[in-house]
């Protein structure tokens, strides 16, 4: 009878995985003749065993490494992010030294203790079957290869590590501030990723991460008091109960002080779990039968535990808003899990904390589940350019709390726009293209990435037109998911709906810290003279309304444009970005004139947008 519970069940996992597996295969281009694509594969076996007591675990790895390159490597890297955790580490000296510190970091890595540090030791490591040589520099592992792993040529890692989880400062931990046992991100050695610009190896100081398509195989060994969720599927439920096992089948508990879980992940670039002997487990399906999972602490107070309850249905509403706007979810789970230090993404779940109001537990939810496509399936270099993670993801997000909780908002940016205007007034701003780790203030960090990005999309809709906007968004995401997409492909994307040339929009405002600053300088009769004061050109909206009463709308592209959005405003003659006025006749005396009148375009100064006669 338990032969055939688990072979039942064991199909029907294997079914979800072969099915996310031909969607994946509708969208990975590993080498392509026509435009020359290619990205690396990995697919991780891993078998750990934690001690609960000590916060420690040992490990095995293999790893199946493809080379899809058309370059032979002879290093290859591995990110040992727990070492960031250590006094003396980059990221300790970076928080200490920064303007503003993250409230979370500040000077606690300084202040850890032996028994609380967090590390990842590699032990052994063999290219196919040979030791090769390695070096641990910091939170990156350094490995020389015996042999080059040519273009083309797939490889076998096999490693053995120990590692010991951190107290939670960031992200990953132990016992954090709401006594989840363990948060574990970044807890595994991850090959770096290789792509058309090189390795990238930057020094773990807490920000973003990039990482290699692939496959994952994890086995836990944990204390079996513990509820473990996280990414992929389990493929023993029987075995661990907790919430996951067919309540209509047999549950065959094996003897002894732990349980094995067993997790299979398809085609993600991450594996994330989280473990507390404490977790409420819930799970609903959606109408598009999508399993959504929820674990949270059953200690926590009435209120917070009514939250999450409340939170479920709503979070089946975002994942089928984001799959509706933006592109079909391809998994068929997603886990929410109370753990962490703020909310965190991950691939098919997140961490959340989880005492918080309703508003702000399904806000963090909705943000970090929009990751999952920005991100998560659109798999930009978030180091590189967290603009597009980031700020997307809020735009996303934004607009889908705005329609779930029909909060009626005209702008559901407006928060953006607000945190934007105030970093430019204080003069603390950096462009766009800045690497993650390189901004001197995290609020310089925190608003180029969130705002500015989010303005970009929001502000593309003035550009281009909402609709543009809206089917790029589908075409974007058709065409670049389970890749890693570059700014340039967003602005691609962009000008095939729209016709528009948008080489200048990407230019100011993700490469430079130009500002947008239009006014109204006259008007004299019918004739109305506008004016450039920003260094950032744009096209322009214009409001008229006539001494008669009577009110008329007009468009100006932008030279550089070659083209005009879907308007119904009478449509005048482009401008060109370097004629600091433009002078126009309108066929009725003018009372007065408004520009940006949808608060669409990042004006600066919008007290000059307005003049009446």
């Known amino acids: 009878m338990r032969k055939l519970v688990l072979l039942v069940l064991s199909i029907a996992v294997l079914t979800s995985c072969a099915q996310t597996k031909e969607v994946y295969k509708k969208f990975i281009v590993k080498k392509s003749s026509n435009n020359g694509y290619w990205q690396q594969q990995v697919n991780y076996t891993m078998d750990i065993d934690v001690d609960v007591n000590k916060y420690q675990y040992k490990g095995k790895q293999e790893l199946v490494y493809t080379n899809n390159s058309p370059d032979d490597l002879d290093k290859v890297f591995y990110h040992l992010y727990f070492n960031a955790f250590q006094p003396g580490s980059q990221m300790d000296v970076r928080s200490l030294n920064i303007k503003d510190p993250d409230r979370r970091v500040r000077d606690r890595i300084s202040k850890l203790k032996p028994d609380e540090i967090g590390y990842i030791k590699v032990k052994s490591l063999t290219q196919n079957g040979e030791a090769v040589n390695f070096e641990t520099v910091g939170t990156i ?32 931990g132990r016992n954090n501030a709401e006594g989840v046992a363990l948060s574990m991100a970044q807890w595994y050695p991850k090959m770096a990723e290789y792509d058309f610009e090189g390795w990238h190896t930057p020094p773990y100081i807490a920000r973003e991460f990039h990482g290699v398509w692939g496959d994952f195989d994890v086995t836990i060994h ?64 959606t109408k598009d039968n999508i399993d959504l999972h929820f674990f949270y602490k059953k200690t ?21 808003y984001f799959s509706e706007n933006v592109g079909q979810y391809p998994y068929k789970q997603y886990s929410v899990i109370q753990g962490g230090d703020g909310g965190m993404e991950y691939a098919m779940s997140t961490l959340i904390t989880g005492q918080r109001s309703f508003g702000s537990l399904f806000g963090v939810t909705a943000h970090e589940m929009a990751h999952t496509w920005f991100q998560f399936l659109l798999a930009t270099n978030e180091s590189l350019h967290p603009w597009m993670d980031e700020g997307f993801t809020t735009y996303i997000s934004n607009k889908a709390e705005n329609k779930i909780l029909e909060e009626g908002r005209e702008n559901p940016h407006s ?32 608003t180029a990435s969130y705002s500015k990005g989010a303005i970009f999309l929001s502000q593309l809709e003035y550009v281009i037109g909402k609709e543009n906007v809206a089917k790029g968004l589908k075409k974007y995401f058709n065409d670049f998911s389970f890749k890693h997409p570059t700014p340039n492909d967003i602005k691609r994307t962009m000008e095939k709906i729209s016709g528009i040339h948008l080489d200048w929009y990407l230019n100011e405002w993700t490469q430079t810290t130009h500002t947008i600053d239009y006014g109204v300088k006259s008007i004299d009769g019918k004739s109305i003279t506008l004016e450039r004061i920003g260094q950032m050109p744009m096209p322009i909206d ?5 001494t008669d009463g009577t009110k008329e709308s007009f468009n100006i592209a932008l030279e550089m444009m070659r083209g005009n959005k879907p308007t119904t405003a009478t449509i005048l003659k482009d401008w060109g970005w370097a004629y600091p006025t433009y002078t126009f006749t309108t066929p009725k005396e003018v009372k007065s004139v408004q ?15 307005k003049l009446s006669k």
């Open 141 to 172: 592992l350094e490995v020389t290869l015996n042999k080059p792993i040519k273009a083309g040529e797939s490889v076998t890692f096999s490693m053995n590590f120990d590692a010991q989880v951190p107290v939670q400062i960031r992200r990953s």
């Open 222 to 285: 944990i204390d079996k008091n513990y509820v473990v969720g996280g990414t992929g599927y389990v493929q023993n439920p029987q075995e661990v109960g907790h919430g996951y096992e067919d309540k209509s089948k047999e549950l065959t508990l094996p003897e002894g002080d732990k349980l094995t879980w067993h997790f299979k992940a398809p085609n993600v670039h991450d594996f994330m779990w989280a473990a507390d002997p404490e977790y409420n487990h819930d799970k609903i399906t």
């Open 300 to 320: 926590m107070e009435d209120k917070y535990l009514k939250n999450w309850k409340n939170l479920q249905p709503k979070t089946a509403e975002l994942i089928e």
């Open 415 to 446: 928060g953006s726009y607000r945190g934007y205007y105030s970093i430019v007034s204080r003069g603390y701003e950096e462009t766009l293209s800045t690497h993650s780790d390189r901004y001197n203030t995290n609020w310089a960090y925190g």
């Open 542 to 546: 214009v409001d008229v309304e006539y």
């Open 595 to 609: 520009l940006n009148t949808s608060g669409l375009m990042a004006d600066v100064k919008p007290d000059n947008n």
